[in-house]
């Protein structure tokens, strides 16, 4: 048995070997033309009553990002002017804050997008233009279609969070919500219908978002496909609206894949990302087995984002969309490493030679070689930062004890809900101990985040890291979410690159075990 072990890891690592020395050869060979279109678009616009320089921050979805969303920024003068050309795949969403107000533009390659307002008086004076007379209606309708619907999607979305009693589940609380978003569903699709600025096709694509948006909303909560009597229901357009209606015989919609759609249809990618990923029925796909009982050693040694890989060669027939699927999982797990470097590795050598699209893979191999210097054992890159008081801060001044590492920023939900439960909890915990909690704050103005400081009572040793994805420190630890914490060992190494604050109050967890070293 011992044997076969042998010959077994060492196939693997002649494999492994074998494929990374050929695996640039590989690449050279294989040629895909993606049929997503390339290109840009251009941002411009003049903002009145401007006071000073200011930046419109902006989202564009995008094919391969960890977030499915890449960051945008558009600098505006201290006359409000500003122009940028934004690189784009394909029709994208485009999500801009305008005077506050955030509104979400289909974009395309070469579009123009051009706003004007005036900042005293937002509302009686934007303006919104295209490139052409249809590309101006579609946009602006854009702009309405946010201002009637937005505040009401997040009320929506918000409610269907609840906190909801054991009286609501038995009167039947999933039944209730399906029967909410079916009322603002048909309200939307009125809305869409009765714009008659807009032709057929872009009235049907524009139900298809906010189908898409729906299903999604249903399955992030869990209430889509978690039980059988939920699976009799879908969202089925009929006339101009969309009806709750059962789905015995006729299979639901978000049940088929559309090549059409994920090209064209930046909120379908959203749904069967997030489909694929949680949908555990009982035949499709097939798991056998609820419950695995064993040994504990065999359980951490376990490849569980095999798991996710080969469902999704399984699920994906069409192959761009399979590739597309793969090549993010794999991104975000080389980034996140809340896997094992190894473990990813594995199934990035599995998949590359089956994989058509060139972009992709050339893609992955980029992110594969700029994330290995984050595994444990490797250096954490030095760094110096001005913390509250204006003194300077380095990362080798804490050599000899263990850091927890803290990015996070003053207007980010999940980093100010750690700050007040968990992370309190987990000083108290090691309090006394050789551990130094180094908190980076990446966003906002200075005098902002000493307010927050103060507000949140964030103890430990807390430095400014100006920009976010514009400052070296967060450019050199590979910053792109937060709150993102990570372990520095009493050598300067990395010990976790990506470890959850509330882990830590966990017995025998990573921090335990790094002190003892």
């Not at 103060?454 to 040793?461: A, I, L, Q, R, W």
Request: glycine share 6%; with cysteine; aromatic share 16%.
């Amino acid at each position: 048995m011992e044997l076969t072990r042998m010959c077994y890891q060492n196939k693997y690592l002649f494999m492994k070997t074998f494929c990374l020395f050929f695996m640039t050869i590989f690449l050279g060979i294989v040629t895909f033309a993606q049929q997503e279109d390339k290109g840009s678009f251009v941002v411009s616009g003049q903002i009145l009553n401007q006071k000073g320089d200011d930046t419109l921050n902006c989202w564009l979805t995008c094919y391969v990002s960890i977030t499915g969303q890449r960051n945008v920024k558009i600098p505006v003068d201290k006359d409000g002017r500003f122009e940028k050309s934004v690189d784009v795949e394909g029709p994208q969403n485009f999500i801009v804050g305008l005077n506050g107000f955030w509104t979400t533009f289909y974009v395309k390659p070469k579009d123009t997008l051009n706003i004007r307002f005036d900042k005293n008086n937002f509302f009686q004076t934007i303006s919104i233009k295209g490139n052409t007379e249809k590309r101006t209606r579609e946009l602006n309708f854009n702009f309405q279609f946010a201002a009637h619907f937005f505040e009401k999607q997040m009320a929506l979305s918000k409610h269907l969070s609840g906190p909801f009693t054991k009286e609501d589940s038995l009167a039947g609380i999933d039944s209730m919500k399906v029967s909410w978003i079916n009322k603002e569903y048909n309200l939307e699709c009125e809305f869409i219908s009765g714009d008659s600025s807009l032709d057929k096709q872009m009235r049907q694509l524009f139900k298809q978002e906010a189908y898409y948006h729906w299903t999604y909303e249903m399955l992030m909560r869990m209430f889509l496909n978690r039980i059988p009597e939920f699976l009799k229901y879908e969202l089925a357009e009929k006339s101009e609206n969309i009806l709750i209606t059962p789905s015995i015989i006729n299979v639901p919609k978000y049940r088929n894949l559309y090549l059409n759609d994920f090209y064209n249809i930046p909120q379908y990618r959203e749904f069967i990302g997030l489909f694929n990923m949680t949908y555990t029925a009982r035949r499709q796909p097939p798991q056998p087995f609820w419950r695995y009982s064993g040994g504990l050693e065999h359980e951490k040694n376990t490849n569980w984002l095999e798991r996710s890989y080969y469902q999704a060669m399984a699920n994906f027939n069409f192959y761009p969309i399979r590739d597309w699927y793969i090549t993010n999982l794999l991104v975000k797990n080389f980034k996140s490493q809340q896997q094992s470097f190894e473990n990813i590795e594995q199934v990035m050598l599995d998949f590359l030679p089956v994989c058509k699209n060139q972009d992709y893979k050339e893609m992955i191999l980029q992110v594969y070689n700029g994330t290995k210097k984050y595994v444990p054992g490797k250096p954490a890159p030095d760094f110096t930062l001005k913390d509250e008081n204006g003194k300077d801060v380095s990362l080798a001044d804490f050599k000899g004890k263990v850091v927890l590492l803290d990015f996070w920023g003053v207007h980010c939900g999940p980093c100010i809900a750690d700050l007040k439960e968990t992370v309190p909890k987990v000083h108290q915990k090691y309090k006394g101990k050789n551990v130094v909690f180094l908190n980076v704050c990446v966003e906002d103005t200075e005098d902002n985040w000493k307010e927050a400081i103060k507000k949140y009572k964030v103890e430990g040793v807390n430095v400014f890291a100006k920009g976010w994805e514009d400052n070296p420190v967060c450019k050199a630890y590979g910053i792109e979410g937060i709150p993102h914490y990570m372990l520095i060992d009493k050598e300067g190494n990395f010990a976790d690159f990506n470890c959850a604050a509330y882990s830590l109050l966990w017995n025998d967890n990573i921090l335990d075990k790094t002190l003892e070293k």
